[in-house]
């Protein structure tokens, strides 16, 4: 059973950084794309940013130039910078991992606050 566990979420004033991290319990590069996502109650969950094993990066609109993706295969982690955080970051952040289109893991979720 695969298993996706966040950390590194909390409470930050608007301009702060965090970096959350995802540790999996298998070889993230049996994974072919790893990424984040968030969600906001009453919304879906959206997705952030993901990389694939080709090296591939791709970035939601709202978060390009502030946020960055990356992982350390070595660690079976993945990362994700977060820098001048805005209020409208605030969310419950989701670790994923597509092993193919069928196999589709989450993380349990890390609180990002952002105060104004």
């Known amino acids: 059973q695969v298993q996706l566990v966040e950390s590194g979420g909390g409470l930050v004033q608007t301009g702060g950084s965090l970096r959350l991290a995802c540790e999996a319990s298998?070889?993230?590069?049996?994974?072919?794309?790893m990424g984040w996502y968030r969600q906001v109650p009453g919304n879906e969950r959206g997705m952030v940013a993901n990389i694939h094993n080709g090296g591939t990066i791709h970035y939601a609109d709202s978060v390009k130039g502030r946020f960055t993706i990356s992982r350390d295969n070595a660690k079976n982690t993945v990362y994700l910078q977060m820098n001048s955080l805005k209020p409208e970051d605030t969310a419950v952040y989701y670790c994923n991992a597509k092993r193919n289109p069928w196999q589709n893991y989450w993380g349990q979720g890390t609180q990002v606050t952002v105060s104004s």
């Open positions: 298998w070889d993230i590069l049996s994974f072919y794309e």
